[in-house]
């Protein structure tokens, strides 16, 4: 990657009107010009359309039709990206200043960085106020880093040719196809070559007609323990545990076998082992957690965490 690295920027939107042009400011008035800005509109009926056209000249490419959803939206700017580094924003986010900058530079000082990660403020629109700020969660393994997935969309940037080569996003996927695509480049890749930097990146507004204040977070957990069996279908799970974390759901579509290369699966499935014998034992069923407890010892799936040893003694006496 030369020293001067092209920012591939999707905006995904559709009826955000209100909140557009903030949008493509945040970009538009980096102190790092070498930006590629692709605009995703899905027929938008408010101002969308007109504000696009205010800064048409500086947008590489922009188009307002019906599509899929956000992800099908991301994945059509995809195609039209050429930048070294990629990475989207919703229409009702922005960056903050010298963001793009402080991504180029840890990327070109950083020369086997796949993937950079900063801060992202998230604040409430009615009055300004800090909900959290935080930075992508990786721990000191990926079983670890995977559960629980701790997200952070806006602030992380990806090597353009990674993100093609897992394929884009999830389209069958509302809510969690960020989460979906993470996992994919860590149970692959691993994150030795994530480069964490302390800049705050991205703002993260939080109103009602946001999907995480408008329509909660049990879609989000839904769709995220989805994913979760469609990677666990994939390692060496036993089948009892298997048949009582089975999830389904019409709509998502599993892009295929996971490439589980740096995920280590004997400690992420104890990690969901664990979870089971503990939901069991909490809700007075201790036979059954006797019982659960017993079977992850003998498939070999017992670790000695504080929370695990405290429940076997306590069931041993069962």
Known sequence: MNNNPLISIIIPSYNQGKYIEQTILSILDQDYKNIELIIIDGGSKDETVSIIKKYEKQIAYWVSESDRGQAHAINKGLEKAT??????LNSDDHYEPGALKAVA????????AELVCGYTRCYWEADGSTSHTYRM???DTVAQTLKPVEMN????FYKTEIVKKIGGVNESLRYVFDSEFWCRYTCKYGTQNVVKIDNLLAQFRLHEASKSIGEGFDGFNEELAILYYDILKNCKVPDWLLEKMQKENKKYKSRGAWDLQALEQEKFVASFASTFVNCLYTEGNRAAAKDA??????????????????????????
Do not use: V, Y
């Not at 969309?153 to 992380?156: L, T, V, Y």
């Not at 079977?295 to 006496?317: C, N, Y």
């Open 153 to 156: 969309q806006p602030g992380s």
């Open 293 to 318: 407890m017993e079977r992850t010892i003998e498939e070999g799936f017992f670790r000695w965490t504080r929370m695990m040893t405290s429940l076997r003694l306590k069931l041993m006496f069962a």
């Open 83 to 88: 930048g070294d580094i990629f990475n989207w």
């Open 105 to 112: 530079n840890a990327f070109t000082q950083n020369k086997n």
């Open 137 to 139: 969660g990786i721990k």
